[in-house]
């Protein structure tokens, strides 16, 4: 069965760090990109970050570059979300998703969508 | 950034109307878009990627359609467990946008 389950979340003060996991099974992992979705409490769904198969392409939104990283091991059929200098603003549930990307054109383009999902694992910012 | 703007937020319709959901783009995204439905509680699931590719064992009540700028989703013949939220997302250039949803609500 193709699957990802997320862990590492929890409640962290302003300021903070944690690391999310998003680990892999059923599918030739070192094959596909993975993306971070977070969907705030209420909110609907924001891309967070996203890595491509062999992790030496990384894309992040203009709200957290410079204070989350994303990184993979495919030994381990896991990809990783370091996050810092966390804010009440990024309380979320945060997804990962295996994304399919190819360049087109130099870009990198996800033209089958994000296709597995996993449950999700809640981030709380607060003091 | 490409925004992504849905249309409307929230819809109410009866089991066995046809509902239509829009998807504006602030640029041209080619074909490179993607539907999602999110059920309360759960994970979003895809529906549709490259516009129009039904996903394998998504019922054919779903359906979409567009290019360049302007997308839509079409359920014909409403379900109840059709009740979800949709959303719709841009592939074409990162940074991936979501648009803000749709909840669809059966009367």
């Known amino acids: 069965e193709v699957q990802l389950l997320e862990s590492g979340g929890g409640l962290v003060q302003p300021g903070g760090s944690l690391r999310l996991s998003c680990a892999a099974s059923g599918f030739t992992f070192n094959s596909y990109a993975v993306s971070w979705v977070r969907q705030a409490p209420g909110k609907g769904l924001q891309w967070v970050s996203a890595i491509s198969d062999t992790g030496r392409n990384t894309y992040y939104a203009d709200s957290v570059r410079g204070r989350f990283t994303i990184s993979r091991d495919n030994s381990m059929n896991t990809v990783f979300l370091q996050m810092k200098s966390l804010r009440a603003e990024d309380t979320a549930v945060y997804y990962c998703?295996?994304?399919?990307?190819?360049?087109?054109?130099?870009?990198?383009?996800?033209?089958?969508?994000?296709?597995?999902w996993g449950q999700g694992t809640t981030v709380t910012v607060s003091s | 950034d490409i925004e992504m703007t849905q249309s409307p937020s929230s819809l109410s319709a009866s089991v066995g109307d046809s509902v239509t959901i829009t998807c504006r783009a602030s640029?041209?995204?080619?074909?490179?878009l993607n539907w999602y439905q999110q059920t309360p509680g759960k994970a979003p699931k895809l529906l549709i990627s490259?516009?129009?590719i039904l996903q394998s064992g998504v019922p054919s009540r779903f359906s979409g359609s567009g290019s360049g700028t302007e997308f839509t989703l079409t359920i014909t013949s409403l379900q109840v467990e059709d009740l979800a939220s949709y959303y719709c997302?841009?592939?074409?250039?990162?940074?991936?946008?979501f648009g803000g949803g749709t909840k669809v609500e059966i009367k």
């Open positions: 640029q041209t995204i080619s074909n490179y």
């Open positions: 997302q841009q592939g074409y250039i990162t940074p991936l946008t």
């Open positions: 490259g516009t129009s």
């Open positions: 998703a295996k994304s399919p990307m190819t360049v087109v054109r130099g870009l990198s383009r996800n033209y089958h969508g994000m296709d597995v």
